[in-house]
């Protein structure tokens, strides 16, 4: 449903991005990994319709959304929730952006508060909510506004780590019931094994995909699968493949 | 953690007894004869004085108030289409930006006469200083609150199909409330004693005018009365604006009451 294809940006001299293709079906999720400075943010805004490439085309459903904001939205590690709007008015901004009438865009929300794991929050302000409920608010965000495709870049790294855990199996758990397909843009090995369904290894100057990786298991994965010979082989494979 | 109304009285313990102590130094130093009554009146005579004129500095300061309101109001209103303008076109403010800052370095004693001269007696060239004045901190709040606004708020908007005036009312707009307060509050100062000023160089009318009266009949005492008034109403507008800020800023206190 999402393709990317042969996709090249460079800034005057420096050459970030050659040729990247990469495919997201229904249900799916992949991962982009990378080192820091590799590349990533570009490709997230050429994907976002922020930034157009040099080369390439970014295709949504078959429709030709190259350069064009609007499309796909994407959520970061900074929740970027305004602090001056409710959790509601916050989740509402795409479906206001959009022209939906307020009281309806926030009855939309409010239909989906629980599922998200965000009931009774609707009316406070974001700085009253922790940092794992402000990032599910975020993704509600994200899903209202397309309900297809979630582009998400290192959402989970400032969370600490039993949040963080605890963020990823609600983050799988959610995505199975909305059948959201997520692209997904980590530095995280781990992370990116634990729930991709692919690895797209984003490598070198300027940067491109050397490796597609298959992570075989179902989702979702076990609580000891971080700790199988399996995973340790695919974190062999990627560090061999990144030359880490 | 909630913050209870007993601590914020408090916090301003110590300010208000400096006050009473300033007060009862002052009476002092009256009582004793150490300076004569007709250089430095005592706190009771000043007292006395504002009891027996409070008819007339209620009936000027009406004039003054409405003087301060309209300036501070035309002064918000140039304010607020400068610092868009400024925000929009890049151009504007490379422009204006330095005329403004120049508008500021005037002396304020020295135009208001000009302005007399091409504005009459009335209320208009007190409006007019009002407005020089005060137009200037509201811009620059203004102009600075949009300019903070988080850049990557404005690409998310962007990446959500938001053009230029949706960025504004959704992110622009409201980050600069809190920089447009502090605006407000300075301006609302200078609104009162600009409009003091304009009056005291020439009109019919104010605290001002009341002021150059008492001043020419050596009455010290209705002086301070009048300085004490005007001080007075000056806190009292800035009181005003606060209260009107943490009502419309909710989240900041929401903020407060977490950490």
């Not at chain 1, 929730?81 to 901004?93: F, K, Q």
């Not at chain 2, 208000?16 to 005579?45: E, K, Y």
């Not at chain 2, 307060?181 to 609104?191: D, N």
């Not at chain 2, 009341?210 to 109403?233: C, G, P, Q």
């Amino acid at each position: 449903m999402l393709e990317v294809e042969n996709v090249s940006v460079s800034f005057g001299d420096n050459h970030v991005l050659r040729d990247v293709s990469l495919t997201l079906k229904k249900g799916e999720l992949v991962s982009i990994l990378g080192v820091s400075g590799g590349g990533k943010t570009t490709l997230f805004n050429v994907i976002s319709g922020l930034l157009k490439p040099d080369d390439g085309r970014v295709l949504l459903e078959g429709r030709d959304v190259t350069g064009k904001p609007g499309s796909i939205s994407y959520m970061l590690q900074k929740d970027m929730l305004l602090p001056y709007r409710t959790i509601e008015d916050n989740c509402a901004l795409p479906l206001l952006l959009r022209g939906t009438p307020k009281s309806r865009a926030r009855e939309q929300v409010r239909e989906h508060l629980a599922e998200f794991g965000l009931e009774g929050t609707g009316r406070l302000w974001p700085a009253q909510l922790s940092g794992g409920m402000r990032q599910r608010a975020a993704l509600l965000r994200t899903y209202l506004f397309s309900q297809e495709v979630a582009l998400l870049d290192e959402p989970f790294s400032a969370l600490d780590t039993i949040t963080k855990s605890a963020m990823h199996r609600w983050y799988l758990d959610i995505m199975d019931r909305i059948r959201l397909s997520t692209l997904f843009i980590t530095h995280d090995m781990d992370e990116a094994i634990l729930l991709s369904d692919r690895i797209c290894l984003l490598t070198g100057k300027p940067g491109t995909i050397t490796k597609v990786i298959t992570v075989e298991p179902p989702r979702p994965r076990g609580e000891d699968f971080p700790l199988s010979p399996e995973f340790l082989e695919y974190k062999r494979t990627i560090k061999a493949a990144i030359g880490g | 953690m909630k913050r209870k109304p007993q601590s914020t009285i408090r916090d301003k313990l110590p300010a208000a007894a400096a006050l009473a102590g300033l007060v009862l130094v002052w009476q002092g130093v009256s009582s004793l004869g150490l300076v004569p009554a007709f250089m430095l009146p005592s706190p009771v005579m000043v007292v006395r004085a504002f009891i027996s004129d409070f008819g007339l500095l209620m009936s000027n300061s009406v004039t003054t108030l409405k003087e301060a309101f309209l300036g501070l109001l035309i002064g918000v209103g140039l304010g607020f289409v400068f610092a868009v303008a400024m925000d929009a076109f890049p151009i504007v403010r490379r422009a204006f930006y330095p005329l403004l800052v120049i508008t500021q370095t005037i002396p304020t004693v020295a135009i208001a006469p000009l302005l007399v001269l091409w504005f009459g007696y009335e209320t208009m060239p007190k409006v007019v200083l009002i407005v020089i004045t005060t137009f200037f901190p509201l811009t620059v709040g203004l102009t600075d609150g949009f300019r903070e606004a988080d850049p990557d708020a404005i690409s998310l908007l962007r990446s959500m199909g938001a053009g230029r005036a949706k960025i504004f009312r959704y992110i622009k707009l409201p980050s600069a409330i809190p920089q447009f307060f502090s605006g407000l509050r300075i301006a609302a100062a200078y609104s009162v004693v600009g409009a003091v000023i304009a009056e005291w160089l020439g009109g019919f009318s104010g605290l001002g005018v009341y002021m150059t009266r008492v001043r020419s009949a050596y009455a010290f005492d209705k002086m301070f009365a009048v300085i004490i008034l005007i001080s007075a109403i000056s806190l009292l507008l800035m009181g005003l604006i606060g209260l009107a800020e943490r009502v419309l800023t909710p989240w900041r206190r929401a903020r407060q009451e977490r950490s």
